[in-house]
């Protein structure tokens, strides 16, 4: 059974950088074929597409977010971690972290974690 | 970056009748190689992450019940609900997978009228 799941500060001041976790189970990230991505909701709004990391560490960022986003995978510990430098209160939001398989959609999602970016 | 549009925005339905959800791509999400739309459909309730119900446009993710059905091809797609049920009540999404950034829709409010 596939999971994922989300962890990281709740809080986090203006200017500063965010770190987050996915923490996956029941699958591999050195499995060919698959990924894991990460996809934010602000409070009331539409789904934001982040960035994806593959199998083979190729990754695609979204590019109006690209300058402030990194994306690694520990395929030891079977995580995956995020970076956003530079927060800011517009990045306040729900982040999931999602299994991108096969068939190039997000079969699976975390519950997410809420971030607010506030002084 | 390929523009994802759903109309309308928010829709009632009465239990027992058909729901239609449209989307629209700002260019075309089909591929030559395979005949085969980036198009996947995701219902979310509150409170909860998004769920996978459709994939290539048509293709129904394993477990999701069959009066759920997506259409369409090129840039314009529709998900239908042939039955709403009360458990149906939800945000739905469309999604573009052709190329990245993997665009999603604005989402369309689905409720019982």
């Known amino acids: 059974q596939i999971t994922l799941r989300e962890s990281g500060p709740t809080l986090v001041k203006p200017t500063q950088t965010l770190t987050l976790t996915c923490a996956l189970s029941?699958?591999?990230?050195?499995?060919?074929?698959?990924?894991v991505g990460w996809i934010r909701q602000p409070p009331g709004k539409a789904l934001e597409w982040l960035v994806v990391i593959y199998w083979d560490d190729d990754k695609r960022y979204s590019p109006s977010l690209k300058s402030r986003l990194t994306i690694t995978k520990d395929t030891s510990k079977n995580q995956v971690v995020l970076t956003m430098t530079n927060m800011d209160p517009v990045d306040t939001a729900t982040y999931y972290c999602?299994?991108?398989?096969?068939?190039?959609?997000?079969?699976?999602w975390g519950q997410g974690t809420m971030v607010t970016v506030s002084s | 970056d390929i523009v994802m549009t759903q109309s309308p925005d928010s829709l009632a339905v009465s239990l027992g009748e058909r729901a239609t959800i449209n989307c629209k791509s700002s260019q075309s999400v089909l591929h030559g190689s395979n005949n085969k739309n980036s198009l996947a459909w995701y219902q979310q309730k509150p409170g909860q992450p998004p769920k996978l119900l459709i994939y290539w446009a048509s293709t129904r993710e394993s477990g999701v019940p069959d009066r759920f059905s997506g259409s369409g091809s090129g840039t314009d797609f529709t998900l239908t609900i042939s039955s709403l049920q009360a458990e149906d009540v939800a945000v739905y999404y469309c999604?573009?997978?052709?190329?990245?950034?993997?665009?999603f829709g604005q989402g369309t409010k689905l409720e019982i009228k």
């Open positions: 999604q573009q997978y052709y190329s990245t950034p993997y665009t």
């Open positions: 999602a299994h991108f398989n096969m068939d190039d959609t997000f079969d699976i």
């Open positions: 029941g699958f591999s990230l050195s499995t060919s074929g698959v990924g």
